[in-house]
């Protein structure tokens, strides 16, 4: 197993190209179940989540290859199973996206149920509720979900009580290919789901409401397969943009997209870095000094809790005290005991963390540590960034789910960081 060791202290400078984004990809694969036909994916970016969902769609009968760097090819005309394995399953949570594709077209699927996850309960049942509404009979048994229907889905009306990003997209899948129109009530907005409207309609799907919590699709009677680009990753420019306040210096973010982030963009101009907005890139700058902002996060477009992770390492930097609220997800502050053995000065209350800053005094200091999730990962890599001496972090896998190239890519702008084996 390999393990990423980084010398803070080193200001960055340079270019950083950004990649396709994981949640985007993750869908837009799956959608492809839905017809016959060889489908064009761009900017797929070459993360772990992404071959796990090929090697998931590989057990259902399709084929693909890779066509240039970041286009894959995906044929799904032989579609021959409908079963999602737990030994696939267990390792990506967003093997669930399968579900929808699977019975619009198949009439059946059957999904291993994914349990808990490191950051908290993440529970199927916007999706299995939401199936039921469109006419699917679902049976749990032995961890699994078993969702079948006689003939064809039916539409109906779908409200969520709170907005599911994987649930929006799972029935957003299943209604395209369902009899009559479906409604979807306060739907996840985020760019990601978006994107997969994009290659539903470019299928030939009828769906009103992009990028409002009401979408409205009239079912058709067949598809066709789509050439389609993912959308720049919001979640990995944040983390560099994160980065680049953290360890100070010059960069420049291309091939993103700055009206992603409203929330992260104005929360770092607050601390004090400099930010220069353009079309499909942004140049960041750090301050003379970071001032500490409160963060909450909440569903799109507010604070991603994504990188609040990232962002509680940026404000142990500050001189002053920062409160970090933890809306979207339980048990995602299991960080704090990493980033507190480099130093850090945190305190953990219920579902807020209170940061105290502490540039004034021996500030964070390199140590060993241990990735416990994708984006906990990455707020240790900002966190060693900015530490005085060595920091060596494990499990690094957590970060090969979610970041392409990352080592590479902070090599390039002049931080000292390189992969190692962990013996």
């Not at 869908?27 to 761009?42: K, M, R, S, W, Y």
């Not at 209170?354 to 005094?361: A, C, F, H, L, Q």
């Amino acid at each position: 197993m390999d393990k990423i060791v980084i010398e803070g202290g080193h200001p960055l400078a340079g270019e950083i190209r950004i990649s396709g984004a994981k949640n985007a990809a993750l869908p837009l694969i799956a959608a492809t179940l839905l017809t016959p036909g060889v489908h064009t994916l761009h900017n797929v970016p070459d993360l772990r989540d992404t071959r796990t969902m090929l090697l998931l769609l590989e057990t259902f009968g399709v084929v693909w290859e890779k066509s240039g760097k970041n286009t894959l090819k995906i044929n799904s005309t032989n579609l021959s199973g409908h079963e999602a394995s737990y030994d696939l399953v267990k390792t990506m949570r967003a093997s669930v996206l399968v579900l929808g594709p699977l019975v619009a077209r198949m009439g059946r699927a059957k999904v291993s149920l994914p349990g808990g996850c490191a950051i908290g309960a993440r529970p199927i049942n916007f999706h299995t509720l939401g199936l039921q509404k469109l006419g699917a009979e679902i049976n749990l048994e032995k961890g699994y979900v078993d969702v079948f229907i006689d003939d064809r889905l039916q539409g109906d009306t779908i409200y969520f009580d709170i907005p599911s990003v994987t649930g929006t997209e799972n029935l957003l899948m299943a209604a395209v290919l369902a009899k009559g129109t479906t409604t979807i009530k306060n739907a996840a907005r985020e760019p990601e789901v978006g994107n997969l409207i994009d290659m539903l309609v470019a299928m030939g799907a009828r769906i009103e409401g992009r990028d409002t919590a009401r979408l409205v699709v009239h079912g058709v009677d067949r598809l066709t397969p789509a050439d389609i680009s993912i959308i720049p990753d919001r979640i990995e420019t944040g983390t560099y943009l994160i980065a680049v306040g953290a360890a100070g210096g010059e960069v420049r973010l291309t091939h993103c997209e700055p009206s992603f982030l409203p929330a992260l963009c104005e929360k770092l101009k607050a601390a004090g870095l400099h930010l220069e907005e353009e079309d499909q890139s942004i140049l960041v700058r750090s301050g003379t000094s970071l001032q500490s902002v409160d963060i909450k996060t909440m569903v799109y477009p507010g604070f991603p809790t994504d990188l609040q992770a990232q962002m509680m390492a940026l404000m142990t930097l500050t001189d002053g005290t920062s409160v970090i609220t933890e809306t979207i997800f339980e048990n995602r502050f299991m960080h704090v005991a990493e980033l507190q053995r480099m130093g850090a000065m945190i305190k953990v209350d219920g579902s807020s963390a209170i940061v105290r800053g502490n540039s004034k005094d021996e500030g964070l200091h390199g140590a060993q540590v241990m990735a416990t999730d994708l984006r906990a990962s990455a707020s240790l890599v900002v966190a060693g960034l900015a530490a005085k001496g060595k920091t060596e972090i494990s499990r690094i896998y957590h970060l090969e789910r979610g970041y392409e190239n990352l080592v590479e890519k902070l090599s390039g702008v002049g931080a000292k960081i390189c992969r190692k084996k962990d013996i």
